[in-house]
């Protein structure tokens, strides 16, 4: 469990935070590139770390991130002529490049210096992976965009989406870190929660190794005389990669899901709301994604585009229960609730905005959460020292991969499937 303390540490993400200190030293995702997809189109309202920020391509197709209200008399910029490089202030004209530079301030005389003493707040931005970064922290320690592997891969090998989430990023991150609620949160096809006969076999062996990244950890069970291996990576600040296999069905009827990666990436928009950014890459250059499957993934964890609401925010919510189906959950599946995510969703969100730390009871299979938490307020400290925080060179992400797998009976999974493999791209 965590003090009242040590959790505010860890969940305050505004402007002037220890975590928000933290967060604001990574290059961060924003929002997708396809939604300001037009050079000089309609800009974008964002919500990052607590800040109101406003998106827009230039006329030369680069990213603008700037605030969200004009300097001038705090009109909102989301209402802004998007023209010849730059977004201008209906209001009063007032126009800025995508570095804060006032360019024009028609409202002023033509001799005026004025413009040239005003500027409007803005953050550099990166577009890779189909993703508009953006970084927040000093301007003097931007460090280079990171090199994750589903940046790399050419654009016909992977999908990336996002979602909304309604809770503090953490207890988000922690969800997906949490590789233990499979076999219950997700079972499947069970009749009569009959898997609960065999509930030992399902509780994960829980191995957790330090990187200089973040780290690794696996979660080993039996299957079958098999054994089932989930090998996981965490990377700071929020990035989780796993294998795509999901157990022996899976290897036997796809064996295209043993090349796949899928990953995560948890933004907080402020303190109570997460933004979700959801990829699928393969990792074999000579195997791209069929486009029959760009959406399956998604609509199977009940975020496909049919599932979502225009905000992003899922139709099943808290707001409605998530449509739980206590029918459903008899005879099908252990929640009652249809979509992976969705389930995810129900647990984390129903925690409450911020969930109270210091009353929970963590156990064994609790390890990689209990080390995301040391790993992150280390990080913290670690900043507020003046240091600087672990996986800010880009060549760390290239050392690292996850995976599913069975691994036969009488071996380990470290002789057949080393943990951190080299990245291929």
């Known amino acids: 469990m965590l003090s009242e303390s040590e959790n505010e540490r860890l969940t305050r993400v505004g402007p002037g935070t220890p975590m928000g200190n933290l967060l604001r030293r990574y290059w961060i995702p924003a929002l997708l590139s396809s939604e300001v997809a037009d050079p000089d189109g309609p800009p974008v309202r964002v919500k990052l770390l607590n800040e109101d920020l406003i998106a827009f391509r230039d006329t030369n197709g680069d990213v603008g991130l700037v605030d969200a209200f004009c300097p001038h008399r705090r009109a909102p910029m989301f209402f802004g002529r998007n023209e010849e490089c730059g977004l201008r202030c209906v209001y009063h004209g007032w126009k800025f490049d995508r570095h804060g530079v006032c360019v024009d301030m028609p409202s002023e005389p033509p001799d005026s210096l004025f413009k040239t003493k005003v500027q409007i707040p803005s953050y550099p931005t990166w ?25 790399r891969t050419p654009k016909t090998h ?78 700071m600040p929020g990035v989780q990669l796993r294998g795509m296999v999901y157990g022996r069905t899976a290897i036997s009827a796809n064996t295209d899901f043993a090349n796949r990666i899928d990953g ?30 760009v959406h399956a993934f998604d609509t199977t964890a009940g975020r496909g585009p049919d599932d979502l609401l225009p905000n992003l925010q899922p139709k099943r919510n808290l707001s409605n229960d998530y449509l739980i ?34 009353k929970e009871h963590l156990g064994t299979t609790d390890r990689a959460v209990i080390i995301l938490r040391q790993v992150l307020a280390e990080a913290v400290t670690a900043v507020e020292r003046g240091e600087d925080p672990p996986a800010l060179e880009p060549s760390t992400y290239r050392a690292m991969r996850a995976f599913d797998v069975l691994v036969p009976a009488g071996k380990t999974w470290q002789e057949t499937h080393p943990l951190a493999p080299m990245a291929r791209y």
């Not at 929660?193 to 990187?211: C, D, M, S, W, Y």
């Not at 609730?337 to 647990?347: F, Q, R, S, W």
């Open 127 to 151: 577009e890779g992976g189909d993703i508009i970064w953006a970084y927040m922290g000093p301007p003097d320690l931007v460090p280079a965009p990171p090199e994750h592997e589903f940046v």
């Open 158 to 235: 992977r999908f990336v989406s996002r979602t909304l989430e309604d809770c503090n990023w953490l207890q988000a991150l922690e969800g997906g870190m949490d590789s233990t609620h499979l076999s219950i949160l997700h079972s499947r096809n069970r009749g009569e929660l009959a898997f609960l006969k065999n509930f030992e076999g399902t509780v994960p062996q829980i191995h957790v190794e330090r990187t200089s990244y973040g780290y690794q950890y696996t979660g080993t069970r039996t299957l079958d005389g098999d054994l089932w291996v989930r090998g996981y990576q965490y990377i």
């Open 264 to 293: 995560h990436f948890w933004v907080p928009l402020d303190d109570e709301h997460t933004c979700v950014y959801n990829f699928h890459y393969a990792m074999d250059p000579d195997r791209p994604i069929p486009e029959s499957e």
């Open 325 to 358: 189906d206590r029918q459903m959950q008899k005879t099908y599946n252990f929640t009652g609730i249809v979509g992976v995510n969705t389930e995810d969703y129900a647990m984390q969100e129903g925690m409450g905005a911020i969930v109270d730390r210091s």
